[in-house]
Protein backbone atom coordinates (compact mmCIF):
# COMPACT_ATOMS: atom_id res chain seq x y z
CA UNK A 1 0.00 0.00 0.00
CA UNK A 2 1.21 3.59 -0.84
CA UNK A 3 -0.44 6.71 0.05
CA UNK A 4 -2.70 7.98 -2.52
CA UNK A 5 -5.97 9.83 -3.23
CA UNK A 6 -8.08 7.08 -4.00
CA UNK A 7 -11.30 6.18 -1.62
CA UNK A 8 -11.14 2.25 0.13
CA UNK A 9 -13.82 0.17 1.17
CA UNK A 10 -13.96 -1.67 3.97
CA UNK A 11 -13.54 -5.67 4.11
CA UNK A 12 -16.71 -7.31 2.28
CA UNK A 13 -16.98 -10.22 5.40
CA UNK A 14 -18.24 -6.85 7.53
CA UNK A 15 -21.84 -7.08 6.68
CA UNK A 16 -21.49 -11.01 7.81
CA UNK A 17 -19.63 -10.10 10.80
CA UNK A 18 -21.76 -7.37 12.02
CA UNK A 19 -24.76 -9.24 11.53
CA UNK A 20 -23.59 -12.47 13.35
CA UNK A 21 -22.74 -9.97 16.16
CA UNK A 22 -26.34 -8.39 15.96
CA UNK A 23 -27.69 -11.77 16.22
CA UNK A 24 -27.28 -12.09 20.41
CA UNK A 25 -30.35 -9.18 20.71
CA UNK A 26 -32.41 -10.43 17.99
CA UNK A 27 -32.57 -13.80 20.14
CA UNK A 28 -32.93 -11.70 23.45
CA UNK A 29 -36.08 -10.44 21.73
CA UNK A 30 -37.50 -13.64 21.05
CA UNK A 31 -36.47 -15.72 24.14
CA UNK A 32 -39.95 -15.30 25.67
CA UNK A 33 -41.27 -16.84 22.37
CA UNK A 34 -38.98 -19.40 22.91
CA UNK A 35 -39.29 -20.42 26.15
CA UNK A 36 -43.47 -19.91 25.78
CA UNK A 37 -44.67 -20.24 22.09
CA UNK A 38 -47.92 -18.28 22.84
CA UNK A 39 -50.26 -15.78 21.81
CA UNK A 40 -48.85 -13.50 24.23
CA UNK A 41 -45.61 -13.11 22.88
CA UNK A 42 -47.14 -11.78 19.86
CA UNK A 43 -45.94 -8.47 20.57
CA UNK A 44 -41.61 -9.65 20.81
CA UNK A 45 -42.55 -12.11 17.10
CA UNK A 46 -43.58 -8.27 15.88
CA UNK A 47 -40.13 -6.34 17.56
CA UNK A 48 -38.28 -8.91 15.91
CA UNK A 49 -39.36 -8.41 13.11
CA UNK A 50 -38.95 -4.77 12.64
CA UNK A 51 -35.49 -5.17 14.44
CA UNK A 52 -34.65 -7.26 11.34
CA UNK A 53 -35.92 -5.12 8.74
CA UNK A 54 -34.13 -2.04 10.07
CA UNK A 55 -30.73 -3.77 11.41
CA UNK A 56 -29.94 -5.61 7.66
CA UNK A 57 -30.34 -2.50 5.61
CA UNK A 58 -28.48 -0.34 8.14
CA UNK A 59 -25.53 -2.58 8.17
CA UNK A 60 -25.86 -2.90 4.23
CA UNK A 61 -25.93 0.76 3.95
CA UNK A 62 -22.99 1.73 6.51
CA UNK A 63 -20.93 -0.11 4.90
CA UNK A 64 -21.50 0.94 0.95
CA UNK A 65 -21.31 5.05 2.50
CA UNK A 66 -18.07 3.98 4.50
CA UNK A 67 -15.09 5.11 2.88
CA UNK A 68 -11.51 6.14 3.78
CA UNK A 69 -8.12 7.50 2.45
CA UNK A 70 -4.72 7.25 3.19
CA UNK A 71 -2.87 10.41 1.91
CA UNK A 72 0.39 11.39 2.62
CA UNK A 73 -0.71 14.01 5.17
CA UNK A 74 -3.81 12.63 6.89
CA UNK A 75 -6.15 9.70 7.45
CA UNK A 76 -9.66 10.87 6.50
CA UNK A 77 -12.85 8.37 7.24
CA UNK A 78 -16.12 9.02 6.18
CA UNK A 79 -18.92 7.28 7.46
CA UNK A 80 -22.77 7.30 8.75
CA UNK A 81 -25.93 6.26 7.29
CA UNK A 82 -28.23 9.46 8.57
CA UNK A 83 -25.78 11.44 10.19
CA UNK A 84 -22.50 11.67 7.71
CA UNK A 85 -19.34 12.36 9.62
CA UNK A 86 -16.06 12.88 8.26
CA UNK A 87 -12.73 12.40 10.38
CA UNK A 88 -9.34 13.68 8.92
CA UNK A 89 -6.31 12.95 10.93
CA UNK A 90 -3.36 14.65 10.41
CA UNK A 91 -0.07 12.05 10.30
CA UNK A 92 1.80 14.31 12.80
CA UNK A 93 -1.24 13.50 15.19
CA UNK A 94 -1.40 10.24 15.10
CA UNK A 95 0.26 8.20 18.24
CA UNK A 96 -0.81 4.76 18.27
CA UNK A 97 -2.46 2.41 15.85
CA UNK A 98 -4.10 -0.51 16.99
CA UNK A 99 -4.91 -3.47 16.09
CA UNK A 100 -7.16 -5.96 17.19
CA UNK A 101 -8.38 -9.52 16.09
CA UNK A 102 -11.56 -11.30 18.38
CA UNK A 103 -12.29 -14.98 17.61
CA UNK A 104 -14.63 -14.26 14.58
CA UNK A 105 -11.61 -11.99 12.99
CA UNK A 106 -9.25 -14.50 13.25
CA UNK A 107 -11.82 -16.87 11.76
CA UNK A 108 -12.30 -14.70 8.84
CA UNK A 109 -9.07 -13.15 8.51
CA UNK A 110 -10.10 -9.51 8.98
CA UNK A 111 -8.87 -6.98 11.89
CA UNK A 112 -9.88 -3.89 13.38
CA UNK A 113 -7.90 -1.13 12.90
CA UNK A 114 -8.12 2.00 15.76
CA UNK A 115 -6.44 4.90 15.42
CA UNK A 116 -5.55 7.35 18.55
CA UNK A 117 -3.64 10.43 18.76
CA UNK A 118 -2.26 12.73 21.34
CA UNK A 119 -5.11 13.78 24.40
CA UNK A 120 -7.32 11.42 23.24
CA UNK A 121 -9.97 9.48 25.57
CA UNK A 122 -10.89 7.21 23.07
CA UNK A 123 -10.00 6.06 19.45
CA UNK A 124 -10.42 8.82 17.24
CA UNK A 125 -11.07 6.42 13.95
CA UNK A 126 -11.77 3.36 13.50
CA UNK A 127 -11.95 0.77 10.52
CA UNK A 128 -14.11 -1.78 11.34
CA UNK A 129 -12.51 -4.11 9.26
CA UNK A 130 -10.39 -5.16 6.82
CA UNK A 131 -8.15 -7.66 5.89
CA UNK A 132 -5.33 -8.18 8.44
CA UNK A 133 -2.65 -8.01 5.79
CA UNK A 134 -4.25 -4.42 4.88
CA UNK A 135 -4.82 -3.18 8.66
CA UNK A 136 -0.58 -4.09 9.18
CA UNK A 137 -0.22 -2.12 5.68
CA UNK A 138 -2.25 1.03 7.46
CA UNK A 139 0.50 1.05 10.22
CA UNK A 140 3.57 0.66 8.57
CA UNK A 141 2.31 3.43 5.94
CA UNK A 142 1.30 5.97 8.93
CA UNK A 143 4.54 5.05 10.20
CA UNK A 144 7.18 5.51 7.42
CA UNK A 145 5.02 8.97 6.82
CA UNK A 146 5.98 10.26 10.14
CA UNK A 147 9.18 9.03 10.09
CA UNK A 148 9.77 11.42 6.54
CA UNK A 149 7.57 14.26 8.37
CA UNK A 150 10.11 14.15 11.36
CA UNK A 151 13.07 14.14 9.27
CA UNK A 152 12.45 15.92 6.17
CA UNK A 153 13.32 13.44 3.53
CA UNK A 154 12.05 10.33 1.59
CA UNK A 155 12.70 6.92 2.71
CA UNK A 156 14.42 4.53 0.35
CA UNK A 157 11.75 1.50 -0.37
CA UNK A 158 14.68 -0.55 -1.83
CA UNK A 159 16.95 -0.58 0.99
CA UNK A 160 14.82 -0.60 4.27
CA UNK A 161 12.89 -3.11 5.82
CA UNK A 162 9.08 -2.31 6.38
CA UNK A 163 7.61 -3.28 10.12
CA UNK A 164 5.28 -5.38 8.89
CA UNK A 165 8.57 -7.32 7.16
CA UNK A 166 10.15 -7.03 10.60
CA UNK A 167 6.97 -8.22 12.63
CA UNK A 168 6.43 -11.23 10.07
CA UNK A 169 9.80 -12.49 9.98
CA UNK A 170 11.12 -13.88 12.83
CA UNK A 171 14.79 -14.09 11.70
CA UNK A 172 14.49 -10.21 10.21
CA UNK A 173 12.73 -9.70 13.91
CA UNK A 174 15.92 -10.99 15.98
CA UNK A 175 18.23 -8.38 14.22
CA UNK A 176 15.41 -5.07 13.72
CA UNK A 177 13.90 -5.31 17.19
CA UNK A 178 15.23 -4.93 20.79
CA UNK A 179 13.38 -7.75 22.95
CA UNK A 180 12.49 -6.40 26.17
CA UNK A 181 10.58 -8.93 27.77
CA UNK A 182 7.87 -12.06 27.24
CA UNK A 183 5.97 -13.08 29.28
CA UNK A 184 5.39 -17.17 29.44
CA UNK A 185 2.20 -19.13 29.63
CA UNK A 186 3.22 -20.27 33.24
CA UNK A 187 3.88 -16.85 34.29
CA UNK A 188 0.45 -15.60 32.49
CA UNK A 189 -1.32 -18.00 34.69
CA UNK A 190 0.77 -16.95 37.80
CA UNK A 191 -0.37 -13.15 37.44
CA UNK A 192 -4.02 -14.02 37.30
CA UNK A 193 -3.56 -16.09 40.27
CA UNK A 194 -3.17 -12.95 41.81
CA UNK A 195 -6.16 -11.38 40.73
CA UNK A 196 -9.61 -11.73 41.81
CA UNK A 197 -12.42 -10.68 39.45
CA UNK A 198 -16.42 -11.11 40.01
CA UNK A 199 -17.63 -9.51 36.78
CA UNK A 200 -17.85 -12.21 34.90
CA UNK A 201 -19.36 -14.14 37.67
CA UNK A 202 -22.07 -11.44 38.32
CA UNK A 203 -22.64 -11.04 34.19
CA UNK A 204 -23.23 -14.64 33.83
CA UNK A 205 -26.00 -14.46 37.12
CA UNK A 206 -27.34 -11.73 35.63
CA UNK A 207 -28.11 -14.26 32.24
CA UNK A 208 -29.51 -16.34 34.29
CA UNK A 209 -32.54 -14.30 35.64
CA UNK A 210 -33.63 -14.46 31.82
CA UNK A 211 -33.40 -18.39 31.91
CA UNK A 212 -34.87 -18.97 35.15
CA UNK A 213 -32.97 -22.09 36.36
CA UNK A 214 -34.44 -24.24 38.86
CA UNK A 215 -31.67 -24.11 41.95
CA UNK A 216 -32.66 -27.11 43.37
CA UNK A 217 -32.74 -29.08 40.31
CA UNK A 218 -28.95 -27.38 39.56
CA UNK A 219 -28.17 -28.11 43.76
CA UNK A 220 -29.05 -32.00 43.25
CA UNK A 221 -26.83 -32.48 39.85
CA UNK A 222 -23.68 -30.90 41.57
CA UNK A 223 -24.27 -33.03 44.53
CA UNK A 224 -24.48 -36.65 42.82
CA UNK A 225 -23.07 -39.81 43.04
CA UNK A 226 -20.22 -39.91 45.77
CA UNK A 227 -21.33 -36.66 47.10
CA UNK A 228 -24.97 -37.36 47.80
CA UNK A 229 -24.57 -37.43 51.69
CA UNK A 230 -23.21 -34.13 51.54
CA UNK A 231 -26.41 -33.14 50.23
CA UNK A 232 -28.23 -33.88 53.58
CA UNK A 233 -25.68 -32.33 55.80
CA UNK A 234 -25.86 -28.52 53.97
CA UNK A 235 -29.41 -28.21 53.65
CA UNK A 236 -29.47 -28.88 57.22
CA UNK A 237 -27.09 -26.62 58.42
CA UNK A 238 -27.56 -22.95 56.37
CA UNK A 239 -24.66 -21.62 58.12
CA UNK A 240 -23.13 -24.26 56.02
CA UNK A 241 -25.18 -23.74 52.72
CA UNK A 242 -24.14 -19.79 53.04
CA UNK A 243 -20.40 -20.62 53.66
CA UNK A 244 -19.89 -23.33 51.08
CA UNK A 245 -21.77 -20.43 48.52
CA UNK A 246 -19.49 -17.47 50.08
CA UNK A 247 -16.33 -20.16 49.42
CA UNK A 248 -17.74 -20.91 45.67
CA UNK A 249 -18.44 -17.16 44.61
CA UNK A 250 -14.86 -16.55 46.17
CA UNK A 251 -13.44 -19.50 43.65
CA UNK A 252 -14.66 -18.37 41.14
CA UNK A 253 -13.42 -15.12 41.30
CA UNK A 254 -10.10 -16.38 41.47
CA UNK A 255 -10.64 -19.02 38.44
CA UNK A 256 -12.51 -15.78 36.83
CA UNK A 257 -8.67 -13.91 37.39
CA UNK A 258 -6.49 -16.59 36.03
CA UNK A 259 -8.73 -17.12 32.82
CA UNK A 260 -9.03 -12.92 32.54
CA UNK A 261 -5.06 -12.75 32.48
CA UNK A 262 -4.69 -15.90 30.24
CA UNK A 263 -7.25 -14.44 27.47
CA UNK A 264 -5.10 -10.54 27.71
CA UNK A 265 -1.83 -11.50 28.01
CA UNK A 266 -1.37 -15.17 26.99
CA UNK A 267 2.03 -14.66 24.48
CA UNK A 268 2.54 -10.97 25.58
CA UNK A 269 5.98 -9.70 24.44
CA UNK A 270 6.87 -5.87 24.25
CA UNK A 271 10.02 -4.83 22.05
CA UNK A 272 11.54 -1.80 20.73
CA UNK A 273 11.50 -0.94 17.39
CA UNK A 274 13.18 2.60 16.22
CA UNK A 275 11.46 4.97 19.01
CA UNK A 276 8.51 2.90 19.72
CA UNK A 277 7.46 0.19 22.03
CA UNK A 278 5.62 -2.71 20.13
CA UNK A 279 3.44 -4.96 22.25
CA UNK A 280 1.41 -8.12 21.05
CA UNK A 281 -0.55 -10.05 23.01
CA UNK A 282 -3.76 -12.16 23.23
CA UNK A 283 -5.83 -15.71 23.14
CA UNK A 284 -8.85 -14.78 22.10
CA UNK A 285 -8.83 -11.39 21.08
CA UNK A 286 -5.13 -10.86 19.42
CA UNK A 287 -4.08 -6.93 19.89
CA UNK A 288 -0.97 -5.61 18.50
CA UNK A 289 -0.25 -1.90 18.88
CA UNK A 290 2.90 0.53 19.77
CA UNK A 291 3.52 3.08 22.23
CA UNK A 292 5.54 6.52 20.98
CA UNK A 293 8.67 6.68 23.60
CA UNK A 294 8.45 10.31 22.79
CA UNK A 295 4.62 10.38 24.13
CA UNK A 296 5.66 8.74 27.41
CA UNK A 297 5.07 11.05 30.47
CA UNK A 298 5.72 9.00 33.55
CA UNK A 299 6.55 5.51 34.63
CA UNK A 300 3.85 3.75 37.27
CA UNK A 301 4.96 0.60 39.37
CA UNK A 302 2.17 -0.79 40.83
CA UNK A 303 1.39 -3.89 43.54
CA UNK A 304 -0.10 -5.19 46.58
CA UNK A 305 0.84 -6.51 49.33
CA UNK A 306 0.21 -10.38 48.35
CA UNK A 307 2.39 -9.60 45.28
CA UNK A 308 5.17 -7.37 46.98
CA UNK A 309 5.87 -10.29 49.35
CA UNK A 310 6.73 -12.76 46.21
CA UNK A 311 8.74 -10.24 44.42
CA UNK A 312 6.41 -9.44 41.35
CA UNK A 313 5.35 -6.07 40.02
CA UNK A 314 3.73 -4.55 37.15
CA UNK A 315 5.01 -1.54 35.05
CA UNK A 316 2.60 0.77 33.41
CA UNK A 317 3.48 3.75 31.42
CA UNK A 318 1.39 7.18 31.38
CA UNK A 319 1.19 8.62 28.52
CA UNK A 320 -0.13 11.74 26.51
CA UNK A 321 -3.80 9.76 25.54
CA UNK A 322 -5.60 8.51 28.45
CA UNK A 323 -6.54 4.93 27.10
CA UNK A 324 -10.20 4.06 29.15
CA UNK A 325 -9.63 0.21 28.56
CA UNK A 326 -6.26 0.06 30.40
CA UNK A 327 -7.71 2.72 33.43
CA UNK A 328 -5.77 5.46 31.79
CA UNK A 329 -2.58 3.73 31.18
CA UNK A 330 -0.49 1.16 29.00
CA UNK A 331 0.74 -1.60 30.36
CA UNK A 332 4.32 -2.15 29.23
CA UNK A 333 4.81 -5.35 32.16
CA UNK A 334 2.05 -7.19 33.63
CA UNK A 335 3.78 -9.33 36.12
CA UNK A 336 7.83 -8.83 36.39
CA UNK A 337 10.13 -9.26 38.33
CA UNK A 338 12.05 -5.51 39.99
CA UNK A 339 15.16 -6.42 38.17
CA UNK A 340 13.00 -6.83 34.51
CA UNK A 341 11.52 -3.43 35.22
CA UNK A 342 14.94 -1.64 36.17
CA UNK A 343 15.96 -3.21 32.93
CA UNK A 344 13.04 -1.83 31.32
CA UNK A 345 12.90 1.37 32.52
CA UNK A 346 16.55 1.83 31.61
CA UNK A 347 16.48 1.23 28.29
CA UNK A 348 13.33 3.91 28.29
CA UNK A 349 15.80 6.32 29.75
CA UNK A 350 14.31 6.79 33.05
CA UNK A 351 16.08 6.70 36.61
CA UNK A 352 16.08 4.04 38.79
CA UNK A 353 14.12 3.68 41.83
CA UNK A 354 15.14 5.97 44.58
CA UNK A 355 17.48 4.11 47.27
CA UNK A 356 15.85 6.67 49.55
CA UNK A 357 13.00 7.78 50.68
CA UNK A 358 12.02 10.82 51.82
CA UNK A 359 8.45 10.63 54.81
CA UNK A 360 5.70 12.93 54.64
CA UNK A 361 4.67 14.55 58.40
CA UNK A 362 4.03 11.93 60.86
CA UNK A 363 0.70 13.67 61.69
CA UNK A 364 -0.86 12.04 58.84
CA UNK A 365 -1.35 9.23 60.53
CA UNK A 366 -3.58 11.35 63.33
CA UNK A 367 -5.57 12.99 60.17
CA UNK A 368 -6.10 9.70 58.35
CA UNK A 369 -7.71 8.40 61.86
CA UNK A 370 -9.63 11.39 63.04
CA UNK A 371 -11.07 11.44 59.57
CA UNK A 372 -12.26 7.89 59.14
CA UNK A 373 -13.41 7.47 62.55
CA UNK A 374 -15.94 10.41 62.95
CA UNK A 375 -17.05 8.88 59.43
CA UNK A 376 -17.28 5.63 61.54
CA UNK A 377 -19.01 7.44 64.29
CA UNK A 378 -21.90 9.13 61.90
CA UNK A 379 -22.52 5.78 59.84
CA UNK A 380 -23.03 3.54 63.17
CA UNK A 381 -25.32 6.27 64.67
CA UNK A 382 -27.61 6.88 61.90
CA UNK A 383 -27.38 2.54 61.98
CA UNK A 384 -28.78 2.12 65.71
CA UNK A 385 -31.87 3.57 64.31
CA UNK A 386 -32.41 0.30 62.99
CA UNK A 387 -29.92 -1.93 65.18
CA UNK A 388 -29.26 -0.76 68.46
CA UNK A 389 -25.97 -2.89 69.42
CA UNK A 390 -24.59 -0.63 66.43
CA UNK A 391 -22.01 1.02 68.48
CA UNK A 392 -19.66 -2.45 68.67
CA UNK A 393 -18.57 -1.08 65.84
CA UNK A 394 -16.29 1.47 67.61
CA UNK A 395 -14.19 -1.60 67.86
CA UNK A 396 -12.65 -0.84 64.24
CA UNK A 397 -11.30 2.37 65.52
CA UNK A 398 -7.86 0.27 66.49
CA UNK A 399 -8.17 -1.13 62.70
CA UNK A 400 -8.53 2.18 61.55
CA UNK A 401 -5.55 3.40 63.34
CA UNK A 402 -3.26 0.85 61.85
CA UNK A 403 -4.21 1.08 58.57
CA UNK A 404 -3.29 4.42 58.77
CA UNK A 405 0.19 3.48 60.31
CA UNK A 406 0.49 1.44 57.35
CA UNK A 407 -0.52 4.37 55.12
CA UNK A 408 1.97 6.21 56.39
CA UNK A 409 5.20 4.19 56.34
CA UNK A 410 4.42 3.62 52.06
CA UNK A 411 4.10 7.15 52.35
CA UNK A 412 7.40 9.08 51.20
CA UNK A 413 8.92 10.74 47.56
CA UNK A 414 12.45 10.91 46.48
CA UNK A 415 13.72 13.64 43.82
CA UNK A 416 16.72 14.26 41.87
CA UNK A 417 18.36 16.16 38.95
CA UNK A 418 16.26 13.91 36.44
CA UNK A 419 13.63 12.31 38.48
CA UNK A 420 10.50 13.34 41.12
CA UNK A 421 9.26 9.92 42.84
CA UNK A 422 6.47 9.38 44.90
CA UNK A 423 5.43 6.39 46.51
CA UNK A 424 2.06 5.79 48.32
CA UNK A 425 -1.22 2.99 48.75
CA UNK A 426 -1.17 0.22 50.90
CA UNK A 427 -3.57 -2.60 49.30
CA UNK A 428 -2.64 -1.11 46.52
CA UNK A 429 0.89 0.29 46.41
CA UNK A 430 1.89 2.76 43.75
CA UNK A 431 5.62 4.22 42.45
CA UNK A 432 5.58 7.07 40.09
CA UNK A 433 8.57 8.04 38.69
CA UNK A 434 8.27 11.36 36.65
CA UNK A 435 10.67 13.23 34.10
CA UNK A 436 11.24 16.13 35.12
CA UNK A 437 11.06 17.41 31.42
CA UNK A 438 7.21 15.64 31.23
CA UNK A 439 6.04 18.02 34.18
CA UNK A 440 3.46 20.58 32.80
CA UNK A 441 2.29 21.81 36.60
CA UNK A 442 3.08 22.36 39.93
CA UNK A 443 0.48 22.89 42.53
CA UNK A 444 0.42 23.37 46.30
CA UNK A 445 -2.88 23.05 48.27
CA UNK A 446 -3.52 23.38 51.85
CA UNK A 447 -7.47 22.40 53.70
CA UNK A 448 -8.24 23.80 56.57
CA UNK A 449 -7.55 21.37 58.95
CA UNK A 450 -4.09 20.84 56.78
CA UNK A 451 -3.46 24.62 57.81
CA UNK A 452 -3.72 24.43 61.27
CA UNK A 453 -0.72 21.70 61.24
CA UNK A 454 1.13 23.54 59.31
CA UNK A 455 0.73 20.31 55.97
CA UNK A 456 0.40 20.74 52.78
CA UNK A 457 -0.35 18.68 49.62
CA UNK A 458 2.21 19.08 46.55
CA UNK A 459 1.06 18.09 42.97
CA UNK A 460 2.91 17.56 40.12
CA UNK A 461 0.91 17.22 37.34
CA UNK A 462 1.99 15.86 33.14
CA UNK A 463 -0.32 15.74 30.06
CA UNK A 464 -2.75 13.23 30.12
CA UNK A 465 -2.86 12.55 33.60
CA UNK A 466 -5.56 10.18 34.83
CA UNK A 467 -7.39 12.06 37.47
CA UNK A 468 -8.39 9.21 39.36
CA UNK A 469 -5.11 8.04 40.43
CA UNK A 470 -2.92 11.06 41.25
CA UNK A 471 0.89 11.40 41.95
CA UNK A 472 0.43 13.59 44.99
CA UNK A 473 2.67 14.11 48.08
CA UNK A 474 0.38 14.16 50.73
CA UNK A 475 0.83 15.92 54.48
CA UNK A 476 4.85 17.16 54.16
CA UNK A 477 5.41 20.29 56.03
CA UNK A 478 4.22 23.56 54.33
CA UNK A 479 7.78 25.30 54.16
CA UNK A 480 9.19 22.14 52.57
CA UNK A 481 6.17 21.86 49.88
CA UNK A 482 6.98 24.97 48.88
CA UNK A 483 11.26 24.17 48.71
CA UNK A 484 9.75 21.37 46.50
CA UNK A 485 7.52 23.58 44.39
CA UNK A 486 10.57 25.94 43.80
CA UNK A 487 13.38 23.71 43.15
CA UNK A 488 11.24 21.37 40.96
CA UNK A 489 10.02 24.34 38.63
CA UNK A 490 14.01 25.28 38.52
CA UNK A 491 14.67 22.20 37.30
CA UNK A 492 11.79 21.59 34.83
CA UNK A 493 13.09 25.13 33.49
CA UNK A 494 16.53 24.13 32.80
CA UNK A 495 16.35 20.59 31.25
Do not use: C
Not at 150 to 175: F, I, M, R
Not at 202 to 220: G, K, M, N, R
Not at 420 to 438: A, D, H, M, N, Q
Amino acid sequence: MKPSDSARRLHPLTIVQRLIVSTPALIFILLPIIRNPDSAALFNLLFGAAYVMVVLPWIILYYVRFRYWVTPTELIIHSGVVTRRRRNIPVERIQNIEIEQAPLQRILGTAKVAVYTAGSASAEGVLEYVSLKEAREIREVVREMQQELKSGTVKDETNSLSEQEVLLDPEVKAHAGVELLRLSTKRVLLAGAFKFSLLYIAAFFSLLQYIEPDPTVFFAWLLRGPLQPWRTTIEASPWLAGFLGVFLAAFLGWLSGILISLNRYHRFRIELIGDKLHRAHGLMTLSEGTIPLRRIQSFIIRSNPLMQYFGWYRLELQTMGINLKESGFQVAIPFGRMTEIQHVLSVLGSGDMPPVWNPVSVLTIRRFTVRLSVVLILFLSILRIWIPPAYWGLLLIPIIFLFALARYRNMGYAHDSSTFSVRTGVFRKYVWLIPVEKMQTFSRRASLFQRRLGLSTLYLDTAGASPVSLAEVVDIPSSEAQELLASSYERFVSS
